[in-house]
C-alpha cells in the first residue's frame, strides 16, 4: 500500500511539474506589463513606494541576486501555484481519493490559470500563496502546519489591499473548532482576525520604508465620480475649482475603470489625481471622512455606481470596450529589453484563455454563483470542513470587488475562479451522499447567472 501511495505521489508531482513547464516554456522568461515593468525598476533601486504592494517588490529584489530579471518570479509563481494545487491532490490520494486528487490538480489546467501564471502579476502570486495555505489546511498536520498556513494567508494579505477578504474564511478555519462553535464566538474571530488581516500590509509597507504614494485616491475620486455622475450633483472637493463639475466629470467618468482619472491620460480629467495633489490640501480635506460624508449623502448614487461597476468587473455585463485584451499577449516596453518569443505553446494557451474569456466558463459572476451553491450544498458533508472555507473565499474575494475595485481586469478574479473549481471538485467527490435534487441546487445559481450573462450581451 505504502508503494501505491508512494507511486500516486510521484505521478501527481510529474504532472505538476509537466504543467508549469508547460507555461514556463510558452510564456518564459515571463511576460511584463506595465504594472510588473515599474515593480521591477523599484526593485532593482530600492525606492520604493505603495503604489503597488511594496512586499513584492522587496521578494523580487532578493530574487535579483539569484537570477535578474523576471525568469526567478516567474519560476516563484508558478512553484507556489502549482506546489499549493500538489498539497490539495496528494492529500486527497493518502486519504485513498485518486479521482479527486487528479480532479484537484487539473483545476490548476484552467486556461486563465494556465495563461496568467506565465505573467508576473501580484494576482498569481497572491493565488499562489492562497492555493499553498489551502493545501496546508486540507494536509490537517497539527500546529506547525497551521502556523505555516496562517503565515501564508499573512503573506497573501500583502499582495493586494482587498485580499483579506479571501484569507478570512480560511485563517478562521484553521483555528481550534472552539474560536467559531457559536455566532458570538464566529463573529468576534471573525473580526479579530479581519483586523490582523487588514493591518498586514499596513505592517509590511512600513517594515520595507516604502514611501507613501496616494495610491489610496484612485478609490476615492473613482467613486466620487461616479456619485456625481448618478446623483448630478458634485462632489468633489471645491479647491478643485472647476466652473462646470458635474459637466467635466461627465467627459471624464467611465463605468468600467477609474484611469481616466489617472495622471498618464491625455488629457488629464481636471477632476483627477494630479489636480487633487496640486489642489487639494490634505489637513483641510481628509479623503477617506471625505468620501464617507459624499457616500452617506448620496447613498443611491453611491449604490448605482458601485453596482453598474461590479456588474462589468465579473462580466455579468459586457465590458464597454474592449482595447485593453481579457488576457495580455504582449511585454510593455521596458528599458531591459524583457520580451516572450511568440511560440506554439503560448499562442495555444492564449487561444485557449481567449475563448474561455469571452464565454460564461471565464465569467467571474458565474464562479461566484458556483462557490455559493457549492457552499450550501456542502453542509453537512464530511468535506465540509475544507468546503466550506474555500467556497466562501472565492465568494467573498470575487463579492468584495463590489466595495474594493477601481478597474475590471480578469486577472482580478484568478482566485474567484480556481477556489470555485477546487470546491467543486471536493463536492463532487462526495457525491454518494448528497441526493439528486441537493446536488442541482448547487449549480442553479452559476446556472441563473450565466443565462443573466448571456442575456445582457443579447440585448447590448
Given at each position: ?53 511594496p512586499a513584492m517588490q522587496w521578494v523580487w529584489r532578493q530574487l535579483i541576486s539569484i537570477q535578474s530579471g523576471p525568469p526567478s518570479m516567474l519560476l516563484m509563481q508558478l512553484a507556489l501555484y502549482w506546489g499549493g494545487l500538489l498539497l490539495l491532490a496528494s492529500t486527497a490520494w493518502q486519504r485513498r481519493r485518486s479521482a479527486l486528487a487528479w480532479a484537484l490538480l487539473a483545476c490548476g489546467l484552467w ?350
Open positions: 500500500m505504502r508503494n501505491d501511495i508512494r507511486r500516486g505521489y510521484l505521478l501527481l508531482s510529474f504532472a505538476a511539474v509537466a504543467a508549469a513547464t508547460l507555461t514556463a516554456s510558452a510564456y518564459w522568461p515571463g511576460l511584463m506589463t506595465w504594472d510588473p515593468v515599474r515593480q521591477y525598476g523599484e526593485a532593482l533601486s530600492g525606492d520604493i513606494d505603495d503604489w503597488h504592494p486556461p486563465l490559470g494556465l495563461a496568467l501564471t506565465g505573467m508576473i502579476l501580484k494576482d498569481s502570486l497572491m493565488t499562489g500563496t492562497l492555493l499553498v495555505a489551502s493545501g496546508l489546511l486540507a494536509c490537517g498536520g497539527g500546529v506547525p502546519s497551521r502556523v505555516l498556513a496562517g503565515a501564508m494567508l499573512i503573506v497573501a494579505a500583502t499582495l493586494r489591499f482587498n485580499a483579506f477578504t479571501a484569507c478570512l474564511p480560511l485563517s478562521i478555519a484553521l483555528l481550534p473548532r472552539w474560536w467559531w462553535s457559536s455566532w458570538p464566538r464566529l463573529l468576534g474571530t471573525s473580526l479579530i482576525a479581519t483586523a490582523a488581516l487588514l493591518a498586514a500590509m499596513p505592517v509590511a509597507n512600513r517594515l520595507i520604508g516604502a514611501k507613501p504614494s496616494g495610491v489610496e485616491l484612485s478609490l476615492i475620486i473613482f467613486d466620487l465620480g461616479g456619485i456625481t455622475e448618478h446623483a448630478g450633483v458634485s462632489v468633489f472637493p471645491e479647491d478643485l475649482d472647476v466652473a462646470t463639475p458635474v459637466r467635466v466629470n461627465h467627459r471624464c467618468y467611465q463605468p468600467n475603470k477609474w484611469d481616466s482619472y489617472s495622471d498618464w491620460v491625455d488629457p488629464e480629467c481636471p477632476l483627477g489625481f494630479t489636480a487633487w495633489n496640486d489642489s487639494v490640501d490634505p489637513l483641510q480635506v481628509r479623503p477617506y471622512p471625505f468620501w464617507a460624508r459624499a457616500v452617506l449623502a448620496h447613498p443611491v448614487a453611491y449604490a448605482e455606481h458601485r453596482l453598474h461597476h461590479f456588474a462589468i468587473n465579473t462580466r455579468l455585463l459586457p465590458l464597454p470596450d474592449e482595447i485593453e485584451r481579457p488576457v495580455p499577449n504582449q511585454a510593455a516596453p521596458n528599458p531591459w529589453g524583457f520580451h516572450v518569443t511568440p511560440n506554439p505553446s503560448m499562442h495555444a494557451l492564449d487561444a485557449l484563455a481567449m475563448a474561455t474569456a469571452h464565454t460564461p466558463l471565464g465569467w467571474p459572476i458565474v464562479f461566484m454563483g458556483l462557490a455559493l451553491g457549492v457552499y450550501i450544498a456542502s453542509w453537512g458533508l464530511p468535506n465540509a470542513r475544507l468546503i466550506s472555507p474555500i467556497a466562501l473565499s472565492s465568494l467573498f474575494y470575487g463579492g468584495g470587488y463590489l466595495v474594493f475595485s477601481v478597474a475590471a481586469e480578469l486577472r482580478y478574479h484568478l482566485w474567484t475562479e480556481l477556489a470555485a473549481l477546487i470546491a467543486t471538485a471536493l463536492l463532487l467527490d462526495d457525491v454518494k451522499g448528497i441526493s439528486r435534487s441537493r446536488l442541482l441546487c448547487a449549480f442553479v445559481p452559476a446556472g441563473f447567472l450565466a443565462m443573466a450573462g448571456v442575456i445582457t450581451r443579447a440585448l447590448a
